[in-house]
């Protein structure tokens, strides 16, 4: 596994898509692509839940992190940490859903 550092940023928008708040995290170290998206995905609903934001619509660009979130079964995997604490926090909101949208849709996370 390399081990690399990255950052990732998270933009959350109310019902009628304007902008509520941003935030930013550094991770000093990271495995893959894939493990920074899980990371940011659980910081944006941990903002959103901080926030007290009842109905949530997140988007990864990272299809494989869709999946392990939707997936009913404990995640084993070296993600599935990340995935089932994820996955805890979903409790705190009165709606979820996540959707897989192309990177290029996705170019707020991305600039």
Not at 23 to 51: G, K, R
Not at 75 to 88: D, E, L, P, T, W
Not at 95 to 101: A, G, H, V
Request: glycine share 6%; aromatic share 10%; with cysteine.
């Amino acid at each position: 596994m390399a081990n690399s550092k990255g950052a990732s940023g998270v933009a959350l928008r109310n019902g009628s898509g304007n902008f509520l708040v941003a935030a930013t995290h550094f991770y000093p170290s990271l495995c893959d692509a894939t493990m920074a998206e899980a990371l940011v995905c659980l910081q944006a609903v941990q903002l959103a839940s901080e926030l007290g934001v009842s109905k949530v619509i997140l988007e990864t660009d990272s299809l494989e992190v869709q999946k392990m979130v939707a997936d009913v079964e404990v995640n084993r995997s070296m993600y599935g940490a990340i995935v089932q604490g994820f996955k805890h926090w979903l409790s705190y909101f009165q709606d979820f859903r996540i959707k897989w949208i192309r990177r290029l849709a996705n170019m707020t996370a991305h600039t």
